[in-house]
């Protein structure tokens, strides 16, 4: 049986390796957590793009939003995958 295309997009999602771009960010509590990226994108960054992006997500979660836009080279990076 063929999956749906929801479903398609679950499996590739998951076989993307997310995890936070700082190491150690999953034990801090989720206020004070940065940016949650594919392994793709989080090795292509540097460590500058890295720090903007988890002070641009926690500046909005201090906000009580949860999501934060991406800057426009992440947007690329992760567009691609």
């Known amino acids: 049986m063929a ?9 590739k999602w998951t076989k993307q390796k997310w995890d ?4 150690g ?9 940065g940016r949650y990226l594919p392994e793709s994108v989080r090795k292509t960054l ?3 793009q890295k720090a903007y992006e988890n002070r641009k ?8 939003k949860q999501r934060a836009k991406y ?3 992440t947007r690329r990076k992760v567009g691609r995958l």
């Open 3 to 11: 999956m749906k295309k929801s479903q398609r997009s679950l499996a």
């Open 20 to 23: 936070y771009v700082s190491k």
């Open 25 to 33: 960010q999953s034990k801090k509590p989720r206020a004070k957590r």
């Open 46 to 48: 540097t460590p500058a």
């Open 57 to 64: 997500k926690r500046a909005a979660s201090k906000k009580g």
């Open 71 to 73: 800057s426009k080279k």
